[in-house]
């Protein structure tokens, strides 16, 4: 039996493959508590940005786009995080 992350001569690696030597080891936790603060900040600045200038009232703009803001952001930092991406 082979380690799937040992590239064997002649055999291509799926794209599957690929990505699960990509991510970082089991040791580390999957979804740390920092992880969302990045989206948070980003969605409240958005809003805060929105209320001030005028174009929009802060509740409503953190609701949306802020949750969708939110969500992006969580999801690029945690697999930029789990990537490893320098």
Known sequence: MT?????????RLSAR????AAFVDGED????????I????????WAA?????GAGAF???ALWPGVAIFV???LVVFFGWQLDID
Request: hydrophobic share 40%.
């Open 72 to 74: 992006l952001v969580t």
């Open 29 to 36: 936790p999957r979804f740390p508590l920092w992880l969302p």
């Open 59 to 61: 509740l409503s703009t």
């Open 38 to 45: 990045p989206g948070l900040l980003a969605a409240i600045g």
């Open 49 to 53: 940005f929105e209320s001030v200038t």
């Open 3 to 11: 380690d799937t992350n040992q590239h064997e001569p002649g055999r």
């Open 17 to 20: 493959e690929l990505l699960r």
